[in-house]
């Protein structure tokens, strides 16, 4: 389900990256249209299906230690997503106000599992999860414990691991298509971060539209869900990049016509 094909960026994003980043240059812009503010989106759930590009790419993924890059467009983390929803509500019976810890780094599957857990209307929280994700060091103490290997397109574990239920052999199996019974609301609790809290609709306000193509690097959770919904608000996209240092970075942000914040 990982795309690995490069995307050529829509024109809107094109000049933005050649941008200088000035505000007089910025203002050169055409204006952004948010579908937060004309009404089209209330809640986090409803901002991927009205991405106005979705086959263009919205996360890649690149870990300059092992060499991986991985391109995920708009419909292929749709694809993540309602796989992901399906599986915690069909296997985990999640529902609004579920807890869900997502204790995995910057990688492309850190997008899937937040708005996947948006899908459903579960609460990303750093404390009291009943449902905990972990990555390969499979750190977790909650009473569902996910991991995930973080293996090249999502593979599974070469072992299972013990006490945890392995999301990429868990995961694939579900529906493409998501239908909750019960969709959040802009009220519905979204985020409990460092001892602050966002219902869906306050966590919209809060990250600005960014149209841009952004280089990053690894983040913590809270800053990688802002950067992901203000690209989602701004028609923008994400090229995460871990394990490197500033020369790498700038290469990359030169290959994917991207540029560093």
């Avoid at 810890?101 to 609460?123: D, F, K, Q």
């Avoid at 009943?130 to 499979?138: A, F, I, K, T």
Wanted: aromatic letters at 6%; hydrophobic letters at 40%.
């Amino acid at each position: 389900m990982a795309v690995i094909t490069r995307w050529v960026t829509s024109p809107r994003q094109a000049e933005c990256q050649r941008c200088c980043r000035s505000s007089a240059c910025r203002a050169e812009l055409p204006p952004i249209t948010d579908p937060w503010h004309d009404g089209r989106v209330t809640t986090l759930a409803d901002l991927l299906p009205r991405r106005s590009s979705p086959a263009g790419p919205l996360v890649t993924f690149y870990d300059d230690a092992t060499g991986e890059r991985v391109e995920l467009s708009g419909v292929t983390t749709a694809n993540w997503v309602a796989k992901t929803a399906n599986f915690l509500v069909d296997e985990l019976d999640a529902e609004p106000g579920t807890r869900v810890r997502i204790g995995l780094p910057t990688h492309w599957l850190r997008p899937v599992w937040l708005l996947s857990a948006w899908a459903v209307g579960a609460v990303v929280t750093d404390h009291g999860a009943h449902v905990g994700v972990s990555g390969p060091e499979l750190e977790a103490d909650e009473p569902v414990r996910l991991a995930a290997s973080l293996r090249p397109l999502g593979a599974r574990f070469a072992e299972p691991p013990a006490g945890f239920l392995d999301v990429g052999a868990e995961v694939p199996s579900h529906g493409d298509v998501f239908v909750p019974l019960d969709p959040p609301r802009p009220d519905t609790p979204a985020l409990e971060l460092d001892g602050s809290a966002w219902t869906h609709g306050q966590w919209i306000d809060a990250c600005e539209p960014d149209p841009r193509r952004l280089v990053v690097e690894a983040a913590d959770l809270q800053d990688d869900a802002r950067r992901l919904v203000s690209a989602l608000r701004g028609d923008g996209s994400l090229v995460l990049v871990v394990n490197a240092g500033p020369d790498t970075l700038d290469r990359v942000a030169a290959q994917e016509r991207g540029i560093r914040p």
